[in-house]
């Protein structure tokens, strides 16, 4: 098992990060163009419990990829968790956490557990490149926040 860990701190009220995260259709924003990333679901403007969130993506050597998401764990204002419930990888289970540290001051956390399929095959795709892409989808998905948010 693998975990990502991520905080910044964006200079908005928490109301207004929790406000865009809580949109679906926000992801889109916060995702690579080169992973030419698709929903194919309808989406609500609110996300709720048990929101089901049907993507394509493209992953790098490996193409086009299904991925099958599940919003849960929804505690409004506060967090939320996305888990993979069909995909690329054998486990995905990513917390999501917003906290005001001050009127117009808030910290953001991601919290990624994830596993790859194949055992040791999955270990070295890990060590040669999957390990280093969510790192960039990551840092990208950071900076766009800090745009949006600036």
């Not at 609110?46 to 929804?74: A, C, D, Q």
């Not at 409004?76 to 117009?104: C, I, M, N, T």
Request: net charge neutral.
């Amino acid at each position: 098992m693998y975990q990502l860990e991520r905080e910044q701190v964006l200079n908005s009220p928490a109301q207004e990060i929790w406000d865009f995260l809580a949109n679906p259709v926000n992801l889109n924003q916060l995702t690579p163009p080169d992973l030419q990333f698709e929903i194919l679901s309808r989406l609500p403007q609110r996300m709720y419990n048990g929101l089901m969130i049907h993507y394509s993506i493209g992953i790098p050597v490996f193409g086009r990829r299904l991925w099958l998401t599940e919003i849960k764990h929804i505690e409004e204002g506060r967090s939320f968790v996305d888990e993979q419930r069909r995909g690329p990888y054998r486990f995905w289970y990513h917390y999501h956490a917003v906290k005001a540290l001050a009127e117009d001051q808030t910290r953001m956390i991601d919290s990624v557990n994830y596993q790859l399929p194949f055992g040791l095959l999955g270990s070295l795709v890990h060590e040669i490149q999957v390990k280093k892409m969510l790192n960039d989808i990551f840092d990208y998905r950071s900076r766009k926040l800090t745009e949006i948010f600036s």
